[in-house]
């Protein structure tokens, strides 16, 4: 199997930043992909940002310019560096993974517990 446990969210007030970490652990042979979602209360789950192995970062439009993800491989490892926040940042933060556990087998994908975000003065 395979964990990913995240670290960082809270409460912050609008204009401050926060980071978000997550750390995949377990039977990995690679990991094709790493990345963050987010849920708000009564809104669907949403990508806020992710990298694909060897490729570049995505974000969503809503957090270009002020989100920065990064990966390091070697540690199977993602943070989320998110500045200017604002309220309507204010989400459950899932970290995920698309984790194939050994060469013969496929891409499984693998959720974090989730991390509360608030933006609120």
């Known amino acids: 199997q395979v964990q990913l446990v995240e670290s960082g969210g809270g409460l912050v007030q609008p204009g401050g930043s926060l980071r978000l970490s997550c750390a995949a652990s377990?039977?990995?042979?690679?990991?094709?992909?790493m990345g963050w979602y987010r849920q708000a209360p009564g809104k669907q789950r949403e990508l806020v940002a992710a990298i694909i192995s060897g490729g570049s970062p995505n974000y969503a439009d809503s957090v270009k310019g002020r989100f920065t993800i990064s990966r390091d491989n070697a540690k199977n490892t993602v943070d989320l560096q998110m500045n200017s926040l604002q309220p309507e940042d204010t989400a459950v933060y899932y970290c995920?993974?698309?984790?194939?556990?050994?060469?013969?087998?496929?891409?499984?994908?693998?959720w974090g517990q989730g991390t509360q975000v608030t933006v609120s003065s």
């Open positions: 377990g039977r990995i042979y690679r990991i094709n992909s």
């Open positions: 995920n993974a698309l984790v194939k556990r050994a060469s013969y087998l496929r891409e499984d994908d693998y």
